[in-house]
């Protein structure tokens, strides 16, 4: 009995320390996973102050780092490669077997440059206004010296001529005619800048040339929607493109993909990127760790509206610093009621920090379903044809769907011809 207790107690063993060390080195996932699912602190978090633990951690980071590294130097490579001809051809027949024919369709975009109207300026008084300056006596926190210091001729001089100081301080006190007209005019002129002060209006396109790169970042969705848009936009004039997007991230679980770190080093590392376009929310609308430490920030509070917030101006900063215009796409109505919730409320911070960025804030829900509000699977064509534009989980989008909102993306690019 003991022969066969052994090898089983072995296996146990060996089971039960790798078990251990898998879950030492996959400490982030695990809590990520914790989070995404439950969205609360996992109980491993608890033992993330011990430095034994922290070990574990950042070998697996370092290890994830080796891995990306040949991933970076490829995607470097085949991105300073131009499309040729031949590559254009052969990849127009890969395409081929993903989209359909009707994706040329897609591509109705202006080659022509619209210039975008110059924000009003403020109208104010340009001339300069001539004051008249007096000499008026010290002030009363001024040093008064003794009478021993000073010449008694001095002292008498300037009390001979006080009345005459007086006057002349009420006529300038007095102004005339020509003063209050000038006064007037002022007056008038400022009430107009105040009145002519503005916003500035939100752009109707952005302007890339064919040098430049479009930048994709999001989740789920847009890892559906960003290829029809990069097709469209590879075969019809040669644009390159990058898609970082990733199923089951959002802005709230930095823990698991911190989308403001990953735009600012993909900004960084490609100069010539020209667009960023952001599509996510979804994985969003729930407690969130608090940056801070201690307990988790709930969903709609000040506080976690206050951390979302900055997330969404830290990457609309990051691309004004590099000169990268910005469309951000917001999120659909979803069939679940408490989830349809969240993304409504969320797209109301998206609208207004894009809006005071001056990027392009696209609504999509309409775009799905027409003029009617609120979730559907499907929609009418211009045929009056049901189509499914949604999935079966109630977030997703059929090709049909994924083709609307691309078709939209495009509409909102006007490419500068050389």
């Given at each position: 009995m003991n022969k066969i207790n052994k090898p089983i107690f072995k296996v146990i063993y060996t089971l039960i320390i790798s078990g251990a060390l898998l879950i030492w080195l996959m400490q982030d996932s695990i809590n990520a996973y914790w989070t995404l699912t439950y969205h609360q602190q996992s109980p491993l978090v608890n033992l993330s102050h011990?430095?034994?633990?922290?070990?574990?951690?950042?070998?697996?980071?370092?290890?994830?780092?080796?891995?990306?590294?040949?991933?970076?130097?490829?995607?470097?490579?085949?991105?300073?490669?131009?499309?040729?001809?031949?590559?254009?051809?052969?990849?127009?027949?890969?395409?081929?077997?993903?989209?359909?024919?009707?994706?040329?369709?897609?591509?109705?975009?202006?080659?022509?440059?619209?210039?975008?109207?110059?924000?009003?300026?403020?109208?104010?008084?340009?001339?300069?206004?001539?004051?008249?300056k007096l000499l008026l006596p010290s002030p009363l926190w001024a040093p008064k010296l003794p009478l021993t210091d000073c010449n008694p001729s001095s002292v008498t001089a300037p009390i001979a001529n006080i009345e005459k100081t007086k006057k002349a301080i009420k006529k300038v006190e007095q102004p005339t005619e020509l003063a209050k007209g000038k006064k007037q005019t002022i007056e008038k002129k400022d009430e107009t800048k105040q009145i002519t002060k503005r916003p500035k209006a939100t752009p109707k396109t952005?302007?890339?040339?064919?040098?430049?790169?479009?930048?994709?970042?999001?989740?789920?969705?847009?890892?559906?929607?960003a290829p029809h848009v990069r097709v469209a936009l590879r075969k019809k004039y040669g644009i390159r493109s990058i898609d970082l997007s990733k199923q089951s991230t959002g802005l709230t679980y930095a823990s698991f993909f911190d989308w403001p770190k990953t735009v600012k080093k993909t900004l960084q590392k490609h100069k010539d990127i020209g667009l960023l376009v952001m599509f996510l929310g979804p994985n969003d609308p729930w407690n969130m760790p608090n940056p801070k430490g201690g307990k988790y920030l709930k969903f709609q509070s000040s506080a976690w509206e206050k951390v979302y917030r900055d997330k969404i101006r830290y990457i609309l900063e990051l691309a004004k610093k590099h000169k990268v215009q910005v469309i951000w796409l917001g999120t659909p109505d979803m069939r679940k009621v408490k989830l349809n919730k969240g993304v409504r409320y969320l797209n109301t911070l998206y609208q207004s920090e894009i809006k005071k960025a001056g990027g392009i804030y696209l609504p999509t829900q309409l775009l799905l379903?027409?003029?009617?509000a609120g979730y559907s699977k499907y929609a009418m064509t211009d045929s009056h044809k049901k189509v499914?534009?949604?999935?079966?989980?109630?977030?997703?989008?059929?090709?049909?769907?994924?083709?609307?909102?691309?078709?939209?993306?495009?509409?909102?690019?006007?490419?500068?011809?050389?």
């Open positions: 011990y430095k034994f633990w922290q070990l574990g951690s950042k070998i697996h980071q370092d290890l994830l780092e080796a891995i990306n590294k040949p991933r970076w130097k490829i995607l470097d490579k085949s991105l300073s490669i131009k499309v040729t001809t031949s590559e254009a051809t052969n990849e127009d027949n890969q395409d081929n077997n993903n989209v359909s024919s009707n994706e040329k369709a897609i591509i109705k975009t202006d080659s022509a440059l619209i210039t975008a109207t110059p924000p009003i300026q403020d109208i104010g008084n340009k001339k300069d206004i001539t004051k008249t952005v302007v890339i040339n064919k040098k430049q790169m479009v930048f994709f970042a999001g989740d789920s969705m847009m890892q559906g929607v379903t027409g003029k009617t499914a534009v949604r999935t079966n989980d109630g977030i997703h989008f059929t090709v049909t769907g994924q083709k609307k909102i691309a078709h939209q993306i495009l509409s909102k690019i006007t490419i500068k011809e050389d």
